[in-house]
């Protein structure tokens, strides 16, 4: 009786063995593994075609050799691009009028280009008013330059300007005139010949007081 007990709990056991194992259900992962063009990923962490695993880290978003030399080649491009801009070059600048006047024409331009917009809007039979209107704000905006550029023009002196820099031919003239009716010719060389010296880039000294 005992050997049938025994015989019956062995081939329990042998039966238990030779069932297959349920199948594993892989765990969720959020990680994103990078694929190669035409393949897909399937449970296991392979992709299909390939029976190769991807190694940890692999991920979608990390940028090739070929990335960063575009990324690299934009950026050189960007800079220059936005060094040799017109308001960035008026910004670097000291005069309020030279950048309002590089403003104005900044202005100007998408005005017109908004104005090239509406023609072809027209032709095609669409609407209009979004472009009309957003010039009418451009061309508001110019307006408020120029009288910004007015009002700075009534404090501010231009002494490189040619209204200014004719008043100044005309004290000099005026001083020679007054020189050669009082000095001798040594007398008068020496006088503008200091005169000159002293004066050289008077501009930019009297620029820097009436600033």
Do not use: C
């Not at 005069?95 to 100007?108: G, I, M, N, R, Y």
């Amino acid at each position: 009786m005992m050997s049938r007990v025994v015989d019956k709990e062995t081939e329990a056991l042998l039966a238990d063995l030779e069932e297959p194992a349920p199948p594993q259900i892989p765990r969720s992962t959020n990680q994103l593994l990078f694929l190669p063009k035409g393949t897909s990923a399937t449970a296991g962490g392979r992709a299909s075609g390939s029976t190769k695993v991807r190694p940890p880290g692999g991920r979608f978003n990390r940028p090739t050799s070929d990335d960063l030399k575009y990324y690299q080649a934009t950026a050189d491009e960007r800079r220059d691009f936005i060094d040799n801009d017109p308001i960035v070059l008026g910004a670097r600048g000291r005069d309020p009028l030279v950048l309002l006047s590089v403003l104005k024409t900044e202005v100007a331009k998408e005005a017109a280009a908004l104005a090239y917009q509406r023609i072809l809007n027209e032709q095609m039979g669409k609407d209009i008013s979004q472009v009309s209107s957003r010039r009418i704000d451009a061309i508001k905006k110019i307006a408020d330059i120029e009288m910004e550029m007015r009002k700075i023009g009534f404090d501010q002196i231009d002494v490189y300007g040619e209204k200014f820099q004719k008043i100044f031919k005309l004290w000099i003239e005026t001083i020679r005139d007054v020189a050669e009716h009082t000095l001798t010719p040594e007398q008068l060389d020496l006088f503008f010949n200091r005169l000159t010296t002293t004066m050289d880039g008077w501009e930019d000294k009297a620029a820097e007081i009436v600033r």
